[in-house]
């Protein structure tokens, strides 16, 4: 099983501030079949970034993913306080699919 | 509009069983592959089964194979998610979800399962 790990556990920003998310793999992911979802409470998870850096339709372009093999980075270029949300990481390269454990995004 | 909606949610007892179902409308199920994700209270996302749409593969993650079964009905564009042997540690709301390759793009509300006395 890959084991994501995400860091930091929670990012306090100010509005039009640069956010840097990290998720680190225990092993390669193949293909780099990594997806960086957003995650708000009572709503459905809204998938943003697929295979590490390719911005789904309707995502905003201050959204961007980077990285290969074990290193991942989402960042946001200038959060606004729509994007106060968690964030996953997950890898959809290995059954099982496993996700990192969410970074935490507040905008003060 | 692509809408998955999940039913079947509840209260159940330690051991018993539940059967979860997501209605899917707005794509052609049986080229997708789809998936049963759960958060459970206060905690992140984790990846249960998934199933590719033709019913002809499935994946489950360890701590319910045996104990769940996915599966789907073409016809009726739905999924399902029957869920046996339940335990304390399976109460979450459980996300219905799907996509062309593995990445889920297409993600449900959830529906709230909780396993108590």
């Known amino acids: 099983e890959i084991v994501l790990t995400q860091s930091p556990g929670t990012l306090s920003l100010s509005p039009g501030e640069r956010a840097t998310l990290s998720c680190t793999a225990s092993q390669t992911v193949t293909n780099n079949f990594l997806a960086w979802f957003q995650h708000k409470p009572g709503q459905a998870p809204r998938l943003l970034i697929d295979d590490a850096s390719d911005r789904v339709a309707g995502t905003p372009d201050r959204f961007t993913g980077s990285g290969s093999g074990t290193e991942f980075t989402l960042t946001i270029s200038r959060v606004d306080p729509e994007d106060s949300a968690v964030y996953y990481c997950q890898q959809c390269a290995h059954s099982p699919l496993t996700f990192g454990q969410g970074t935490k995004v507040e905008i003060k | 509009e692509v809408q998955l909606v999940e039913s079947g949610g509840g209260l159940v007892q330690p051991g018993g069983s539940l059967r979860l179902s997501c209605a899917v409308s707005g794509f052609t199920f049986r080229h997708y592959w789809m998936h049963w994700v759960r958060q459970a209270p206060g905690k992140g996302l984790q990846w249960v089964a998934m199933?590719?749409?033709?019913?002809?593969?499935?994946f489950y993650v360890d701590s319910v194979e045996g104990r769940f079964t996915i599966s789907e009905d073409n016809a009726r564009n739905s999924l399902y998610l029957q869920m046996d042997s339940l335990r304390a540690d399976d109460t979450a709301v459980y996300f219905c979800?799907?996509?062309?390759?593995?990445?889920?793009?297409?993600w449900g509300r959830g529906t709230l399962v909780s396993v108590s006395p």
């Open positions: 979800a799907g996509g062309l390759g593995w990445t889920a793009q297409y």
């Open positions: 199933i590719k749409g033709d019913g002809s593969q499935r």
